[in-house]
C-alpha cells in the first residue's frame, strides 16, 4: 500500500494528515494527533480515519501509538505499541490488512535508511 503526506505538524497538540492507497487505487485518509514528544526519546499519538473532510470516521476504530527511541551499539532502536480500545477494535484492523501495511511501510522504512 502506498501513501502520501499531505500535512504535519510534528509537535504535541499538532496533527499529521495523510493517505493510504491501495492496491486498487482506492485511498483511505487518516489523521494522527500527536500527543507527546520528548526529543529523541519518544512520542505518543492517537491515529484514526477520516472522511474527506478531515471528520473522523466513526465506521472505524482509533488506535494509540507509543513509539520509543533508544541507543544501541550501531544505531536507534525504535519499539512501537499500538493499543486499542476492545478486542473487537484489533480484530476490525486486522481484518482490514493492518499487518500486511504496517510490515510493508516498515520494509519501505528499512529501504530509505539503506540509502
Excluded at 482509533?62 to 477494535?89: C, L, Y
Excluded at 486486522?94 to 501495511?101: A, K, S, T, W, Y
Amino acid at each position: 500500500m502506498e501513501g502520501k503526506n499531505k500535512t504535519m505538524d510534528f509537535r504535541e497538540g499538532g496533527q499529521w494528515l495523510y493517505s493510504m492507497i491501495g492496491p486498487e487505487g482506492e485511498e483511505s485518509s487518516c489523521l494522527v494527533d500527536f500527543k507527546t514528544i520528548v526529543t529523541n526519546k519518544s512520542f505518543t499519538a492517537e491515529d484514526y480515519f477520516v472522511d474527506e473532510n478531515g471528520n473522523d470516521n466513526p465506521d472505524f476504530p482509533h488506535m494509540h501509538w507509543t513509539n520509543e527511541f533508544s541507543e544501541t551499539g550501531t544505531g536507534t532502536k525504535m519499539e512501537v505499541k499500538i493499543t486499542f480500545a476492545n478486542e473487537a477494535d484489533l480484530e476490525k484492523i486486522l481484518e482490514m490488512g493492518f499487518e500486511e501495511g504496517f510490515k510493508s511501510a516498515l520494509g519501505n522504512l528499512d529501504e530509505l535508511l539503506a540509502k
